[in-house]
């Protein structure tokens, strides 16, 4: 691995949780692959279940902060 590339993965392993998936996601969409209009349909299909599942009142909620304050417990470098 190059020395640029080491500098910048050790600056990101350094971000918040949320900041590093935002980093990899924008990493990961940079890329084009032949199944991802496939994925995004699936994706899409189950967030309309989880949002369908929620307006039913068949699934229970976490609120975000909790989830995220279990994230940063368990991921904070």
């Given at each position: ?14 971000l ?36 369908d599942?929620?307006d ?6 976490i ?15």
């Open positions: 691995m190059k020395m640029q590339t080491q500098q910048v993965l050790k600056k990101a392993v350094g918040p949780p949320l900041e590093r998936v935002e980093l990899l996601e924008g990493i990961l969409s940079s890329f084009d692959f032949p199944a991802r209009s496939e994925n995004d349909a699936k994706w899409a299909l189950e967030a309309e279940a989880r949002i599942a929620f039913s009142g068949s699934i229970a909620t609120p975000a902060d909790v989830v995220f304050e279990k994230i940063e417990k368990k991921y904070a470098p």
